[in-house]
């Protein structure tokens, strides 16, 4: 089987089917529904298709938000997950695509490889336009998941790297002479990845998985104290480990950063 194939429309619905996308994606069917779930990070994952996104209600059974597209135009979305038979059901409620359904069956073959079927259903498509409509959201719905993968897989390997990681007794590392450091320095302490940069000439430490579902926190740099989730666009002041976008996250249990006896930086594990 093809990692992925654009199937030809077949008749017989009473929205016009203009066609199917298919593709084998190597993730677990547990990350499949996460990401589903997931209507924060389309305005950044996605940046190339949508602008914001608002959300109405959500919960086990989806979502329902208003979205802005990037070209402007506003529609509202809502995505039903039915996990009893592993698929969900996207309807376009209002917008320019008002009316259209997404129907989107995801099938394991490995405990991380799943294969996915997307059928496009769009109201008011002339035959002879189905073929085209439908090679239109395929093509979109490519670009989206080979987005959605990345973030996927990154999330995978972090969660992998938690469960693996070595318990050793690493609880302090002395870095050397402050002004012999090359900052932002990529740090292993006690198992987990940080960074020591410098905010108007204090030194500051934060982690490089994002707090809320491990994003590259450390992906954006610094910008005046702040750090910016390219995932959800979660944001932290490094100084006080707050989030100011607003949501209930923080960076908590960060290293110390104290001078050794020697007189070069040292950072202690938080206990």
């Given amino acids: 089987m ?88 996207t309807r376009n409620l209002s917008g320019p695509a008002a009316g259209a359904e997404i129907w989107t069956h995801v099938f394991p073959i490995e405990s991380r490889r799943v294969d996915i079927v997307v059928d496009f259903f769009v109201p008011g498509v002339a035959d002879e336009q189905r073929s085209r409509v439908g090679e239109a959201y395929a093509r979109l719905y490519e670009r989206l998941y080979d987005e959605d993968v990345a973030m996927m897989m990154g999330r995978q390997r972090q969660l992998d790297r938690r469960i693996d990681a070595i318990r050793d007794n690493e609880h302090e590392l002395e870095l050397g002479a402050r002004e012999d450091l090359r900052l932002p320095l990529a740090v292993n302490l006690g198992g987990r990845e940080y960074v020591l940069a410098e905010v108007q000439k204090d030194l500051v430490v934060f982690p490089r ?32 480990g707050e989030c100011v976008s607003g949501q209930r996250c923080r960076l908590d249990n960060l290293p110390e950063i104290r001078v050794g006896p020697s007189g070069g930086v040292v950072l202690s594990a938080a206990r």
Avoid: K
Wanted: aromatic share 10%; net charge negative.
């Fill in 2 to 89: 093809p990692e992925h194939e654009i199937l030809p429309p077949f008749p017989g619905s009473a929205i016009p089917h203009v066609g199917t996308y298919r593709r084998v994606l190597p993730v677990s069917l547990e990350r499949m529904y996460e990401n589903t779930l997931d209507w924060e990070h389309l305005p950044y994952v996605h940046s190339s298709s949508f602008a914001r996104i608002d959300c109405e209600a959500e919960g086990p059974w989806g979502w329902r938000a208003a979205l802005v597209g990037a070209r402007g135009d506003a529609s509202v979305i809502e995505l039903r997950l039915d996990r009893a038979c592993r698929r969900w059901i």
């Fill in 209 to 240: 998985q994002c707090p809320h579902q491990l994003g590259p926190l450390d992906a954006q740099g610094l910008q005046d104290g702040i750090l910016t989730c390219p995932w959800h666009g979660y944001r932290f002041d490094v100084r006080s």
